[in-house]
Structure formats: C-alpha cells, structure tokens
C-alpha cells in the first residue's frame, strides 16, 4: 500500500456528564480523526490523549506534533505491505505512543477495507460478540455513586469499574456491596493514587471480593506492585505500567499483576496490542481492553481487538451512549442485547463517519500530501 494523502481533522465534543479520575475532571474531549487515502480507500482512526499530560505524558497538542513532524513524513515515503510494518517503521521514534497508535489503527483499517475483510478479522479475532463492562467515575454522593451504579446495572453491563482515590475508596466500595451484592463483578480503578505506605487501607480493599484493583500505585511502577501483589488476594491489573510487549513481560516474570488492561493507544497500535495479548495468552494471564473516553472510531477498533480470543474480561468497551449525546460514527455502536456488543463483519472497522457530526464539532483540518509534507493548516 501506497498512502497518499492523510487528514488530520480535530473536533471538540461535550460529554454527556463530566468524568472525574483521580488526575482530574474531563468535560468535553478533543479528538483529533485520521484518514488515510489509497487507491479510493480510506482508512480512519481517533486519537485517545487527552488534553492534559495526567494520565501519561501526551496531550492533544504533542500527538499532532509528533505525527505532523515525524511520523506522517514516513507513512508517506514508505511503502507498506502489512500495518505489522508501522511499528518498524516508527520504531526508532521514541515513545509518543498514542500519536504512533492512531496512525497505525487507521493503517489497519485501510489494509483490512482494502483486503475486504473485517478488522476483527485481519487481526484474528474469533469473538463474534465482546461482553462489555462500564467505567465510573468519581461521584459527588455515596447515593449519586449507587444510582448510576443501579442504572448501569439496569442496562446490563457485566462489569462495574469504579474510580477510586484516597479519601473515596473503602467507604464507596462498602456501599455497593452492601446494596447490590456480591455477586455484581465489581473493580476498582485509582490511576495510581497510591504508595505502598497505604498497604493497610488496600489489605482492607480485600475483603470486597473485587474482580481486581486497576493500577494502585506509581504510573511508573513494576517494583511496587510486585511487593503488594505478594500481600493481598485481589489480582493488581496494569494500565498506566504498560507501554510495550517488554513491559508486559517485566511486569508478569517481577509478578506485579495477574491481569492487563490493554490500550491500544497507549501501548502504540494494533500490533503491539495483539503481541501483548498472545504473550499474555501464553503466561495465563487474561486481559481486557480498556478505553479513554473514546468516541465511535476508537470504540470500532476498541471491539475489534477486543474480539481475540484472550480478552476474556469485558472491558470498558460501553456503547457510544455511555458518553455522547451524538456519535461521530453510522450508525452508532449499540449493544445487541444487555452488555453485549456483536463484532462488525463489514470491511475495516465496520463503521462509517458521520460527517454531519463532525462539521458540527470541527475546530480545525489539515492535508498531507505525498509531493509536499508540509500540508496546508486551515482553521474553521
Ligand atoms: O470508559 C472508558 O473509556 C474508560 C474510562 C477510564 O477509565 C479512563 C478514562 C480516561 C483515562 C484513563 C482511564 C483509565 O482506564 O484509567
Ligand atoms: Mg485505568
């Protein structure tokens, strides 16, 4: 494949109600959408950072400076056989993972529309249909915190993920046992909010029965997270830890978690997220894909990797009516029945863009072309 024109278009969308984490409160979400053009094909992705460098170190704004710098530059000059070959090809590009990422997602999904098959297919998926949880963030009430857990509940998600963080954590968690039980498959996720001196406060998290505790301490950190794992019951998940298929394997022989959450965004691109998966299909440990606000684009390549067979936890994967009053994708991503969502047959991700929507939203647009890398930046 020859791509000769990338888009790069950045839209600002409101979310339904604001998301707040540990690192902070999110209210509307930049994204920026990538098509790729070849041969009347055109591959698309979104990208996942967000406007603030507190989740991990990139931003709206460093993602489209290292792709308008460094990596669209290379997708242009180079030929491409198999999206296996972008990861190579920007190899050498130290970290900046979620700008690599969104230009490989959309490398994949103009491989697999050009192949005319799904990308759950081109990727080996074998899930036909993916169970999907939903993430929660920090409520302003006890009882606000238990009525969107009922209606989630409700709605039929097969996984409640709450945000945790010191000062909001034993005492919410206490309190959706005790209303609903403990049989909701219930996790805790506290972006790194804590250090081994809370060792008693998380011993003390045990007793929930939770399914697991997503990244309790450092955004860094392998070391740590092995000691804790050695003093409570609850499986440790990673997510801010794993950047990369070595950090995945680090983190499994120092026995720092018993499951991944896998980002493709964080971990830069599709491919890396397959070998993440097969490494850890092979050492048993289950993963599960995690999301970052995504909307419909990012949600479609979300399902589709979600569909390998070693994702056997739903994962954050919730239809595009969790967050947005309005998709950027037709038609939208819905569940076909109770926290159940089937996987796309149709060529590439299966989803189209909503171009309706994206105009609404559009705050600026620029084109690569292959002859001059220097684009044309329009502000609308
Ligand atoms: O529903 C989703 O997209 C997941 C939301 C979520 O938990 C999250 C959102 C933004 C940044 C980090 C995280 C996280 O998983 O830690
Ligand atoms: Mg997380």
């Known amino acids: 494949m020859k791509i000769e024109r ?7 969308m409101p979310l339904k109600s604001p998301f707040v984490t540990s690192f902070g409160t999110q209210e509307k979400k930049v994204i920026t959408i990538v098509r790729l053009h070849s041969e009347g094909k055109v591959g698309i992705a979104e990208s996942v950072a967000l406007a603030f460098p507190f989740y991990n170190e990139e931003t709206n704004g460093t993602i489209w400076n290292i792709m308008e710098e460094f990596l669209i530059p290379i997708l242009l000059e180079n030929e491409i056989s198999h999206p296996d070959d972008v990861s190579s090809l920007f190899s050498h590009i130290r970290r900046n993972n979620m700008a690599k990422a969104v230009l490989e997602s959309a490398v994949w999904d103009l491989y697999s529309r050009t192949n005319n098959q799904s990308l759950s297919t081109a990727l080996g998926g074998s899930f036909k249909e993916i169970d999907v949880g939903v993430s929660i963030g920090i409520e302003s ?5 238990l009525t969107v857990v009922g ?27 005790e209303k609903y039980g403990y049989d909701v498959p219930l996790m805790a996720d506290a972006n790194s909010a804590y250090t081994l001196q809370d060792i008693d406060l ?24 092995a000691k804790l794992q050695a003093q409570i019951s609850t499986s440790i998940c990673l997510d ?12 499994i022989e120092l026995g720092s978690c018993k499951i991944i959450n896998i980002k493709v965004g964080r971990v830069g691109g599709l491919t890396a997220a397959k070998q993440i998966h097969d490494y850890c299909a092979s050492k048993n440990i289950p993963v599960w894909c995690g999301g970052m606000l995504e909307a419909g684009v990012g949600r479609a390549h979300n399902i589709a990797i979600a569909s390998l067979h070693n994702f056997s936890i739903p994962g954050d994967t919730s239809a595009s009516n969790r967050y947005w009053n309005e998709d950027i994708v037709l038609p939208e991503v819905t569940t076909i029945r109770p926290g159940v969502i089937e996987v796309p047959k149709g ?11 994206i105009r609404k939203y559009l705050t600026k647009e620029v084109s690569f072309g292959a002859k001059s890398q220097l684009g044309e930046e329009e502000v609308v």
Do not use: C, T
């Open 6 to 12: 990338v888009e790069l278009q950045e839209i600002l």
């Open 141 to 145: 009430s006890i009882e606000q915190l």
């Open 151 to 177: 209606q989630f509940l409700n709605e039929g998600y097969k996984k409640i993920k709450v945000k945790i963080k010191p000062g909001w954590d034993v005492e919410p968690i206490k309190a959706i046992r």
């Open 202 to 225: 998380l011993k003390e998290l045990d007793r929930y029965k939770l399914i697991m505790i997503e990244q309790p301490l450092a955004h860094d950190d392998i070391i740590d997270h």
């Open 240 to 251: 801010e830890s794993i950047h990369s298929l070595e950090d995945a394997r680090k983190a």
């Open 347 to 357: 060529d590439g991700i299966g989803f189209e863009l909503n171009e309706q929507v």
